[in-house]
Every structure is written in structure tokens, then in C-alpha cells.
């Protein structure tokens, strides 16, 4: 099995790594750098669990190669927190707004959400539902997940608007 | 009816302890651990639904650099325990399908497991596992209960001698067919609730770890019960229970799926046990789709009988419920309950059942949120369909036959006794919340215009918390710990429940500390107390009330020891927020963490009568079922063309007692209602005649996504339930009321061209055939 090494940019620090040449960037990131915040529930595109952003786009890291990676700048969910653990605006919502449960889909919601609010600011409440149902939750119904992208975007305006 | 006052924790929408690491991606699933020297597994499966097994080569696998072992059932079965569930394992009398490790003469299911594979890494064990040859000699599969019925079908379990798994029925009653003979209105349906599976977004797995030099097995798995887990593993190994330690971490929901603990984890805890290493095995989601327990799947034919006023008279119900090959939880029969259950919150006074469950060569059943409720969807369907034939309201029609709220307690007709429900109330709100009148009015417009709008009514009661062996048992142990701070020892297993916020909330209130200095510990066999697992609507209950007790015990623990500390009497003193004071003089105090300092020290002049002990466990044990209700309404709109169903409104009036935590109350109920939609509208796994499945994917077996769910409006009837916390059961509700309502909108739509849909799912083209059935 051919092996390469890869160099990218995780979560603002530089990262390399030896991989196969069939082993994903989900498999990478959980396994070679140990984040294990991105997870993998369907591993064939469909539920969104694995989404990343790589270079700003939200991407499903389990239909990437890790090798596709080489110099890019990834963000994972670890990487959205302050260092003292404060939560970023979106992750702040979905506690406001309990938009998670198990938490099990969480971190590709809220990587999903954080993109998809980037491009669009001031979604209305079909757009919401429209954007997030590229991301499979069995707990919430959906419900708090969408009360939290509504708060966080009310809260990004607002802050735009005191900025 | 005066609903309970919320104290200063128990009652508030207080945000949740789990939150900020699941946020933030720190934490821990069960494919999250790493061990030393961990090895991975990979399972070979049939890919036949019925075959016998005349050889399997496994050299090619071993000989690929880095696989460590492939185990077949020749391996793994010998020596092997029950690998029953242990409500079957502790009954002689239970019919069990012969269930082993590894599949070894036949496999009896498209998924039936032949080989263990394990290697250095996942990918690896997966390249040696299709390296793995089966030879098979296949045999005549039955796919549906229909043929598994039939004259001459083929046996999914010869040993057995019959694919029917039981049967059992009231003895016929001549009383019931005279009032049949002579009702005003008889009606009579056959009603098809369809297969689907639970689908929590973790797929199971588990780590196994065995010492042989200990003789000591260590295990993280993804589960709702570790303690049924490990007394399981315990076992199958035939190690001492001692010597058996399950731990879990962050669970990625269950909904029944992990209940119990499945056969491949049992089979991978073997193989570790076998080679003495480490192993994990992280489903994937094929195999969950495929070889994870099922759930559903019922026919029933249902009758009743009706003067010409409404009132029901008797029913029938000739139910049959199948079980699959291997049924996680026994037969997965739970088909007598739902016959006992089926008169719900109606005066129904005389009843006839038939309760068979059924093998056949497909994924064994198992439990999924509320696995009973084929009660309510037949129940509520009929009652619609008798609405039709009688020409009343079906609102109407419930208001006529449904107990009031001081009619209870109430036994039905099948010896089921509930109390302190209030199905009557919730009925009237959420007719109200929903703008009933309006709507038909609404209707009546729309169908003017061509369009077919519809509304659907689905009224339950729940039995949560239920007295059955360990289900009806639970226990919680408070520490103050040396600092002050408090910790909570659960036999819980949370897996999205909240219950690291909700016990927190029920210990500070009835301790007297902050919610803040609260930590709540589950998952871990080793450090809890045992608990039946979390799943049956059964926690608020039961590790509700045992926490209450526990904390109860703890602060008059807290309140001797301070007495001495202030010099007062301890009726004199009051906790509030970790400070003792004397009540009236709130400047003489002393904190939680002095109390401690002086228990946890020598020479802090306590006097020898006063207990050094700041620990107390409460265990709580239901007598009887707490019930909780519901009403959900919702209205749909069915598209002519397209087949397609549209949701309107969504309304639940629900009453769980005195809410732990709204927010958490309130998303049980989101998710739970989303569930029950998906099942009705878009959930499906299919099997083709010959016993293959089509639906191995997400992009085959459809979830509901946030585009398809409505925006579910909640309505909160409040009582005190019959327990010193006042809490009712609430996890299951929404996916039990959600299917008839759903189900009984799109008839009601339909019935207005005189179409009729009475089998689940109810999809596009199912729609479509029905109107083009009566040509509309
Ligand atoms: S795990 Fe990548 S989309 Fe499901
Ligand atoms: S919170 Fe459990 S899957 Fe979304």
C-alpha cells in the first residue's frame, strides 16, 4: 500500500502525517492528529456528521482523501472555542437553544452552520431548514438545531451592527 | 387540577452540564478510545437469507501481514454462555431462538455474522474479511410473516419446529360476539405497520480488553445499560461478575437499539477474552442498517363495535408481531402488551386478543421508542375509521368514550390499571391550540378548491417506570466530597437524555446546593450503583426519585453535623445554595465545605455520636407504572398529483408530571415526534421476496432531515405524578402519538374522495395508488 506524507494546516497549526493513499481526512484527523470531535456516522456522504471546513468550504471529510488535504487550512470543531474554552457564537446558540442531545452529530451541524451562516447571514426560517438538511439528527427533531442557527444569526447581526 | 409550583432547580430550563465538550468536540464515544496494543475487528457476514454452511476458508485472510486472528464459530462457540438478555436468561420458561456467537452450520439472515476477523487496523481487518470464503448450500428463505405462515414454509429455526415463536390468545367469548351480533355499528380493518429500525447516528461498538494474568475483562461499550452488559458479558465468558467492568462514555443515542447488549459485542468481548488483546469493533453503518436489532414490523386485524351513539361496545385485535431470526430482548415479543394495552384512555368494556410473534429470515426485532405502541396506532386508527362509518366527529367521537380525568384510576377491560392521567384534558387543549373548529371549516374550503387537507388525532396514555425485574428498580448515592463539592453515583446511562443536568437539578434542590457544584457520574459499573439502564421512559421516575431520596438523606447528614458546628438544633437549621444557617438568623452559618472539612478531619471536636459519613444511596422501587398522556393533533396537506404529504401544524398537549427541565422535556418531545414521522412518512427497510435488503444505506432507508420535520407547538398539562417527585415518564411519548396522528391526517385528507391508506409507510406512490383506487 502506497504511503505518503502530507503536510496542512489543523485548526491554525501545522500538521503532517503519513498516510495511505485510501485513508480519508476523517480517518486522518481522528486517527493520525487524534481529534476526534469529527465523527462518522454513515462514512458514504450522506448524514454530514464528518463535515470540516477545508480552505473556508464546508466539506464532508469522509468523501475527501487525506492526501487531498496536502497545504490546505482545515478547521474542525476543536478549532472553533477560545483557548479558555469559550464557545464561539454558533456553539453558544445550540447550548442556548438546545439544538443538541447526544451530541453525537453535533460537531458536523455546528461546522455546517458556521459556513452556511458565513454565506448567509440572514436566513429566513426555510433557508434554515433548507441549509442544515444536508445534516442528519435523530434526537432533536430538528427543532432547538434551528431555534440556534435563527439566535446565532440574530446574534452575528447585532454584533455587526454594535461593531 | 393546580399544577405544582417549580422549586429553585427542578422546574427551570436550566442549560445543560453535557453541553460544552460535546460543543466542542471533546467528547468521548466509544470510537474514541485508544488502548495499548488495541487490535481491530471486522465481521463476515451472510449475504444469504437461509443457507447451510459447507465450509469456510479463512487462510487467505490470515495470511494477509497484519491480521492477528479470524475466528469462526467453531472458535468462538464452544464454552459460550447464554447470550440472552437477563429478563430471558433468568426464565426457563422462555422461548429463545438457539443464538450463538458466530453463525456455524447455517446462517438464518441476510448480516448473520460467520467470521471475526482481527487485525492491526479497521481497514485492514476489513481487506482480510472479504478474503474470508463461505461456501454455502442455500435453502428456501421465508421473508414475511406472510410466508412464514403458510403451509410447508420453510423453518427459520428447525430446532424450533414451527415459525411461530408464540401464541397467545383470551379464550373465544361467546358474550363479546353476541354484543358484536347486535352493535349498531361493527367495523373491522386490517392495519400494517412496517419495518423500519431505530438508526442512532453512533453506530454501536465496543473495546474489549482481557487480562489473563487477572483474569480481569475490561470493556467500553456503546450502550444503555452497563450493568446488564456487564452481568451479559459475564455470562457468555463465564467469568465472574467480579471480574467484568463496562464502562461508557458519551452514547450517540439508542432509542432501544442498545438497550440490551446486542450479539456482536458479546462475540468481540470472545475473541478479545481468546487472544488476550484488545480489541475494538466500530460498526459501520451497512451493518447497523442491516444486522442491528430492527423494530416494528406488526398486522393487526382489529374490530369494534359500536352502539349508535359511539360508545364503544367491545373489540377484537388479532395481532401478529415478527420477530425476525435473532430478536434482541427475547422474542422481541412484546405482542401481549400490546394487546393489554390496547384499550388506552378509552372505555372499551369487553376485549378479545390474539397475540402471535413470528420467525422469519430477516434482521431480529428489537426495542425502538415505545416498543409497544402498535397499541395506539391501531387503537387510533380504528377509532377514525368508526368515526367514518358512524358519521361522528372523530373528535367527537373520542370526547364520547374517553375516561375523564376523575374517572381514575381506571382498569380496562384487559386488567390494566392507570390512574392520575389526564387524556380528556389534553384532548380539549390540543384541539384548542390547534384552532379545531377552524380547520375543518379550513378543510371543507380547500377540498372546494380541489386540494385535499387533513387532520389527525393520536390520543395515548404511557405506562413508564414499569415494576418489571430490574426496570422497576433504581438507585443513586450522594457524596459530599471532602471539599464541599457533590457528586451523584448513577446506575443511569445516559446517551442524550440530559440526565447529567436533570439529577443535578433534583439533588441541588433537595441537598440545598448549587446546581454549579453538582457533578453527576454514570456509566461506570465500577463506580455506580447498579441501575436497569436508561430507556423505557423510566429515569425521572425512578433514578428521579432515588436521587431525591438519596439527597434527602445526605442533608440530614449535613444538618447533625452542622448542628454541633453552630451549636443549634437541627430542626432550627436550613440549607440553601451549600450554606447551613440557623433559620431567623441567617449570620450564624456554616458552608457545605466546613461541614465536610470537619467530617473529613481528626480533631474537629465532633462528639463520637455524630456519623463521619456524608454519603447516603437512595434506591427507589415503582409498585405500580407512573402513566404519563398525550394528545397530538397535526393537519397535513396530501398533494393529488405528486402523492406527496405535506405537514401543516403539529400539536402535543402532553402531561409528564412536574417537568424536571422544560427545555429537555420539550426536546424529548421534538425528537421523539420526528421520529414517529419519519416511520409513517419516509422510514422504510425492505426486503425483496427472496430475503435479500434493499435498503443498506442512507441514501436507501430515508431519515427525515430538518427540510421534511414540521415546527412542533407544545402545550404543558401539569399534575403531580403518583410519586414523592411528582414525575411522570416522558422519553418514548412523542414517537408513540406521533405515528396515528400522522397516519389518521393523511386518512382523513383521503377520505374526502373516498380513498383509504390503512398500511404504513405512507409513501408518495402509496398515496397515489389509493387515489387512483376510487379515481380521484
Ligand atoms: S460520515 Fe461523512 S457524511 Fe456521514
Ligand atoms: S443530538 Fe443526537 S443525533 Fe443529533
Same mark, same amino acid.
Not at chain 2, 97 to 100: I, R, S
Given at each position: 500500500m502506497a504511503e505518503h506524507h502530507i503536510r496542512c494546516t489543523v485548526n491554525g497549526q501545522a500538521r503532517r502525517g503519513i498516510v495511505e493513499s485510501r485513508t480519508t481526512l476523517a480517518d486522518f484527523l481522528r486517527e493520525g492528529l487524534g481529534l476526534t470531535g469529527t465523527h462518522l456516522a454513515c462514512e458514504h456522504g450522506v448524514c454530514g456528521a464528518c463535515t470540516v471546513t477545508v480552505d473556508g468550504r464546508a466539506i464532508r471529510s469522509c468523501l475527501m482523501l487525506a492526501v487531498q488535504a496536502e497545504g490546505a487550512t482545515v478547521t474542525t470543531v476543536e478549532g472553533l472555542a477560545g483557548a479558555d474554552g469559550t464557545l464561539s457564537p454558533v456553539q453558544q446558540a445550540f447550548m442556548d437553544a438546545h439544538g443538541l442531545q447526544c451530541g453525537f452529530c453535533t460537531p458536523g451541524f455546528v461546522m455546517s452552520v458556521t459556513a452556511f451562516l458565513e454565506a448567509n447571514p440572514d436566513p429566513t426560517d426555510a433557508e434554515i431548514r433548507e441549509g442544515i438538511s444536508g445534516n442528519l439528527c435523530r434526537c432533536t427533531g430538528y427543532q432547538g438545531i434551528v431555534e440556534a442557527v435563527r439566535l446565532a444569526a440574530t446574534r452575528r447581526r447585532a454584533a455587526e451592527v454594535g461593531a | 387540577m393546580s399544577a405544582p409550583a417549580a422549586g429553585r432547580y427542578v422546574g427551570q430550563a436550566i442549560q445543560r452540564k453535557e453541553d460544552p465538550r460535546l460543543l466542542t468536540g471533546h467528547g468521548r464515544y466509544v470510537d474514541d478510545i485508544v488502548v495499548p496494543r488495541m487490535l481491530h475487528a471486522a465481521f463476515v457476514r451472510s449475504d444469504l437469507p437461509s443457507a447451510r454452511i459447507t465450509a469456510i476458508d479463512v487462510s487467505a485472510a490470515l495470511g494477509l501481514e497484519g491480521v492477528s486472528a479470524v475466528f469462526t464459530g467453531a472458535d468462538l462457540? +464452544? #464454552? %459460550? #454462555? &447464554?447470550?440472552?438478555p437477563s429478563m430471558m436468561a433468568e426464565n426457563p420458561a422462555a422461548v429463545v %431462538? +438457539?443464538? &450463538?456467537p458466530l453463525a456455524a452450520d447455517d446462517v438464518r439472515f441476510v448480516g448473520d455474522p460467520v467470521a471475526i476477523v482481527i487485525a492491526e487496523s479497521r481497514a485492514l481487518a476489513e481487506d482480510a474479511a472479504e478474503l474470508v470464503v463461505v461456501d454455502y448450500e442455500p435453502r428456501d428463505a421465508v421473508a414475511s410473516m406472510e410466508a412464514a405462515l403458510a403451509d410447508g414454509a420453510p423453518l427459520v429455526h428447525p430446532e424450533l419446529g414451527g415459525n411461530v415463536a408464540s401464541d397467545l390468545a383470551l379464550p373465544e367469548d361467546p358474550e363479546l360476539e353476541a354484543i358484536f351480533a347486535s352493535a349498531a355499528h361493527v367495523v373491522t380493518e386490517r392495519l400494517v405497520q412496517h419495518r423500519h429500525t431505530p438508526t442512532p447516528m453512533e453506530t454501536r461498538g465496543v473495546v474489549a480488553s482481557f487480562d489473563p494474568v487477572t483474569d480481569q475483562l475490561e470493556v467500553w461499550l456503546s450502550t444503555q445499560g452497563p450493568h446488564e452488559a456487564r452481568r451479559t458479558f459475564a455470562r457468555v465468558s463465564g467469568l465472574p461478575e467480579g471480574h467484568v467492568h463496562v464502562r461508557m462514555g458519551d452514547v450517540g443515542g439508542g432509542f432501544g437499539q442498545k438497550f440490551f447488549t446486542p450479539r456482536e459485542e458479546q462475540t468481540v468481548v470472545l475473541a478479545a477474552k481468546r487472544l488476550g488483546a484488545p480489541v475494538k469493533w466500530i460498526e459501520d453503518r451497512r451493518e447497523n442498517l442491516l444486522a442491528a436489532n430492527h423494530a416494528r414490523s406488526d398486522v393487526a386485524t382489529v374490530s369494534l363495535a359500536l352502539d349508535a351513539d359511539g360508545h364503544v361496545l367491545a373489540a377484537k385485535l388479532d395481532h401478529l408481531e415478527e420477530a425476525g431470526a435473532w430478536p434482541v430482548g427475547g422474542t422481541g415479543g412484546v405482542g401481549p402488551f400490546v394487546a393489554m394495552l390496547f384499550p388506552g384512555p378509552y372505555r372499551i368494556p369487553r376485549i378479545w386478543w390474539r397475540s402471535r410473534v413470528v420467525w422469519t429470515n430477516t434482521a431480529g426485532r428489537g426495542a425502538y421508542r415505545g416498543p409497544w405502541m402498535f397499541e395506539s396506532v391501531a387503537r387510533e386508527q380504528m377509532l377514525d375509521v368508526a368515526a367514518r362509518a358512524t358519521g361522528i366527529d372523530p373528535l367527537e367521537l373520542r370526547r364520547r368514550n374517553v375516561v375523564g380525568d376523575d374517572e381514575q384510576p381506571y382498569t380496562m377491560a384487559t386488567g390494566m390499571t392507570f390512574s392520575a392521567t389526564t387524556s380528556a384534558t389534553t384532548l380539549e387543549h390540543a384541539a384548542r391550540v390547534i384552532g379545531y373548529d377552524d380547520f375543518r371549516a379550513e378543510q371543507a374550503r380547500a377540498r372546494a378548491e380541489g386540494r385535499l387537507l387533513g387532520l389527525g388525532i393520536g390520543l395515548y396514555i404511557e405506562p413508564t417506570s414499569t415494576p418489571a425485574a430490574t426496570l422497576g428498580v433504581e438507585a443513586a448515592t450522594v457524596r459530599v466530597e471532602s471539599g464541599g463539592g457533590v457528586t451523584v453515583f448513577l446506575g443511569t446511562a445516559a446517551h442524550g437524555q440530559s440526565i447529567e443536568t436533570t439529577m443535578a437539578q433534583v439533588v441541588a434542590e433537595h441537598l440545598g446546593v448549587a446546581y454549579e457544584d453538582v457533578r453527576v457520574v454514570q456509566g461506570d459499573t465500577d463506580r455506580t450503583p447498579f441501575g436497569g439502564g436508561t430507556g423505557g421512559s423510566r429515569t425521572a421516575v425512578i433514578a428521579g426519585n432515588a436521587s431525591r431520596e438519596a439527597a434527602l438523606k445526605v442533608r440530614e447528614m449535613v444538618v447533625g453535623v452542622a448542628a454541633h458546628l453552630l451549636e443549634a438544633a437541627p430542626e432550627d437549621l436550613e440549607v440553601h445554595d451549600g450554606v447551613v444557617s440557623v433559620r431567623g438568623t441567617p449570620v450564624r452559618n456554616v458552608s457545605l465545605a466546613a461541614v465536610a472539612a470537619a467530617v473529613h478531619n481528626a480533631g474537629t471536636g465532633l462528639p463520637p455520636d455524630v456519623p463521619r459519613l456524608l454519603e447516603a444511596t437512595g434506591r427507589y422501587q415503582t409498585s405500580s407504572p407512573t402513566w404519563s398522556n398525550a394528545c397530538h393533533i397535526c393537519t397535513v396537506e396530501v398533494d393529488r398529483i405528486t402523492g406527496q404529504v405535506e405537514i401543516l401544524r403539529y400539536v402535543v398537549s402532553e402531561d409528564c408530571g412536574r417537568m424536571l427541565n422544560p427545555m429537555v422535556v420539550e426536546g424529548q418531545v421534538h425528537g421523539g415526534v420526528v421520529q414517529g414521522i419519519g416511520g409513517v412518512l419516509y422510514e422504510h427497510f425492505v426486503y425483496d421476496e427472496a430475503g435479500n435488503p434493499l435498503t443498506t444505506t442512507f441514501l436507501d432507508y430515508l431519515l427525515p432531515t430538518a427540510a421534511e420535520s414540521p415546527r412542533i407547538e407544545i402545550d404543558h398539562v401539569v399534575t403531580d405524578g403518583p410519586n414523592p417527585e411528582g414525575v411522570k415518564g416522558m422519553g418514548e411519548g412523542g414517537a408513540i402519538g406521533s405515528v396515528p396522528a400522522v397516519v389518521n391526517a393523511v386518512a382523513d385528507a383521503l377520505a374526502q374522495v373516498g380513498a383509504t391508506v390503512t398500511e404504513q409507510p405512507i409513501t408518495p406512490v402509496r398515496v397515489v395508488e389509493a387515489l387512483e383506487a376510487v379515481g380521484a
Open positions: - | 462457540n +464452544p #464454552g %459460550a #454462555g &447464554t447470550m440472552q %431462538a +438457539p443464538l &450463538t
